[in-house]
């Protein structure tokens, strides 16, 4: 992808659908760090946001594509989201009309 000028200089080109986010609007914290209680309350507050959300489709699809390791990313967790690159590799690889 290539790099365009931006307001705070170059960057990728954001996403349209970033713009209807619901964590764009939220104190929730997507990034929670540990596995413990705090952690897990975290997760799941992200994630109830993200199942209100009318992007969490393209969110997911942007993450699983671009390999988004960390965070809460259309409702799903880091771990939930390994899973599911493997079955999307594992797809694209047999349908070659799909791009990475």
Not at 7 to 12: C, Y
Not at 28 to 52: E, I, N, S, Y
Request: aromatic share 8%; glycine share 8%; hydrophobic share 35%.
């Amino acid at each position: 992808m290539a790099l365009h000028q931006t307001e705070s200089g170059l960057g990728r080109p954001q996403e349209p659908w970033r713009e209807h986010a619901k964590c764009r609007w939220t104190s929730v914290d997507f990034f929670p760090v540990g596995a413990g209680g705090p952690a897990m309350r975290q997760l799941d507050a992200a994630k109830t946001v993200c199942r209100r959300c009318p992007v969490a489709e393209e969110c997911l699809a942007y993450a699983l594509a671009t390999n988004q390791q960390f965070g809460v990313w259309g409702a799903t967790s880091e771990q939930e989201r390994r899973r599911l690159r493997r079955v999307w590799l594992s797809e694209c690889a047999g349908d070659s009309r799909l791009s990475i």
